[in-house]
């Protein structure tokens, strides 16, 4: 052994503050980078308001990219300016954008942008900064339509503030912003007929992209988890721990519609994990029933929030987003409208 050598603990000491250093770096160049996006925006709509001509601001913006681009080259097209226009107009205070710059990418912040509905933006600011999206995992979660997947969604507005609130506080996530429905299973190459085992199989040989549909905070801990209750033996198809609701999650898969009995079964098996693998300290294990259909009035009969169990459906196949679109909207529709004539 070479004596000159560094220690090997030194090394990898020495090499993790650099790549920290050069981390802290990009992150200080990318936040001044999209601060000076929003001064650049906030300078010419200003500009533009007090001539208060609309023909005079298309105008301006075609002509200060024809002079940008001649002094500081590439980079300062119409779209580009007129991007750090829209930035300003959908988060017009300073404050709130530097928190903004120093959290996310510019590229993360121009997919942000074009999200119209204020709590819809703030969902997604807040799981992409919680779950350390990429821009294509952003982009992606934006597109599958993430948002209205997920049961907050449904909630009125003022619930929902709150909840995505205790997010940015305290980082605290509800089983409401973690749970979808649908879930996309595209990935899994299923197709004509399968069986439960196919279905399960696949899963586990897909097992990297089902955890980031369910979302990055899922570890896998089995399959067909073995519990024996009355010398009789149940298995559960899939146990996941979820970090941050401190929670076992058991997933059971069901090709046909949901029915009632599946309730049963899975109570059993929560209440089982709840006396014999709950330790101390974490929450009371959540149930999730993945199935190819549902009956929401069954869903609803059954109360089975009270149980700590959630239904949902799976898509094996890329669906037209643009009619899961309309259907999801027009159940978060329904459900608003319900629980408004509620109160």
Known sequence: MNKNLPDKILFADISNLIQESKQQVASTINAAISILYWQIGHRILSD??????????????????VQLTENFGKGWSEKQLRQCIKFVEVFPEMEIVYTLCRQLSWSHIRQIMYINDSLKREFYIEMCKIEKWSVRTFKERINSMLYERTAISSKPDELIKSELAQLKSAQK?????????????????????????????????????????????????????????????????????????????AIELKLGKFEAAHKGQMELYLRWLEKHETLEGENPPIGLILCASKNKEHVELLQLDKSNIKVAEYLTQLPDFKLIENKLHQAIKKVKNKIDNQE
């Open 48 to 65: 533009v308001l007090n001539h208060q001509r609309a023909e005079y601001g298309e105008k301006i913006v075609i002509e200060l990219s």
């Open 173 to 249: 996530l509800s089983p409401d912003l973690i749970f979808r429905d649908p879930y996309v299973l595209d990935f899994l190459g299923l197709k004509d007929t399968y069986s439960e085992k196919d279905l399960e199989d696949s899963i586990l040989f897909e097992l990297e992209k089902f955890i980031i549909e369910l979302g990055s905070d899922f570890a896998f801990m089995g399959r067909q988890k073995r519990i024996t209750i009355d010398n009789e033996d149940y298995y559960i198809d899939l146990l996941f721990y979820h970090r941050r609701l401190k929670a076992l999650i």
